[in-house]
């Protein structure tokens, strides 16, 4: 499995922007799609964003859509999810996710790896 380890979250008012950063250990990392996922408190881990290996796709939740943008930058063999206009809706526990095995990119079950999840929360 990748070792993956998030950052950055934290405590920003409504309309503010966080960075997420994922950085992984393995040289596998970049050959997979690599997805970002939230969960909130009482609800279902759902997807947010993914990135292909090449970056040359991406995907993003109807929700996020428009206010996110997820990008990989190889030699920091990382993945970040840029959020803007945060809403209070937003506040989740976001979650790395690699080692995609090529099934839907939208459920969790698809990615092998994860990280222990960093805190997002958007005060109103």
């Known amino acids: 499995q990748v070792q993956l380890v998030e950052s950055g979250g934290g405590l920003v008012q409504a309309g503010g922007s966080l960075r997420l950063s994922c950085a992984a250990s393995?040289?596998?990392?970049?050959?997979?799609?690599t997805g970002w996922f939230r969960q909130a408190p009482g609800k279902e881990r759902e997807f947010v964003a993914a990135i292909t290996a090449t970056g040359g796709s991406t995907y993003y939740a109807d929700s996020v859509k428009g206010r996110f943008t997820i990008s990989r930058i190889y030699a920091e063999n990382k993945v970040y999810l840029q959020m803007n206009s945060l809403k209070p809706e937003d506040t989740a526990v976001y979650y790395c996710?690699?080692?995609?095995?090529?099934?839907?990119?939208?459920?969790?079950?698809?990615?092998?790896?994860w990280g222990q999840g960093t805190q997002v929360t958007v005060s109103s």
């Open positions: 393995g040289r596998t990392f970049s050959r997979y799609t």
């Open positions: 996710a690699a080692q995609y095995d090529g099934s839907s990119i939208y459920e969790r079950r698809s990615f092998r790896s």
